[in-house]
Nanobody, 126 residues
């Protein structure tokens, strides 16, 4: 069964850092473009960052540029989201997802992603 398993997340103070991991089960994640999304109650899922299967030209939404870094480890079949200088407005449930396309685009449509992680909570609070 195709599966994405997330880890990381938790509670951190403003200005702190967290790293989220997304590991693929039953398929090779390296072949796919992978995105990270986040969602807060009552709001639509927002595209945060994306990395293509080639790793070139990753996408970041404006609010996280310069603070978040997406990367992939081919040997571990894993995609990471390193989150630095966290702000209270980064508080959300974060999801990784596998894209059906080979490029990131602007992550406007969640329907372009066909497999999702279980979600992990990130809370930024003092």
């Amino acid at each position: 069964q195709v599966q994405l398993v997330q880890s990381g997340g938790g509670l951190v103070q403003p200005g702190g850092s967290l790293r989220l991991s997304c590991v693929a089960s039953q398929f090779t994640l390296n072949y796919y473009t992978v995105g990270w999304f986040r969602q807060t109650p009552g709001k639509e899922r927002e595209g945060v960052s994306c990395i293509s299967n080639s790793g070139e030209s990753p996408y970041y939404t404006d609010s996280v540029k310069g603070r978040f870094t997406i990367s992939r480890d081919h040997a571990k079949n894993t995609v990471y989201l390193q989150m630095n200088s966290l702000k209270p407005e980064d508080t959300a449930t974060y999801f990784c997802a596998r894209s059906i396309y080979t490029t990131c685009g602007t992550m406007q449509r969640t329907a372009e992603y066909d497999s999702w992680g279980q979600g992990t909570e990130v809370t930024v609070s003092s």
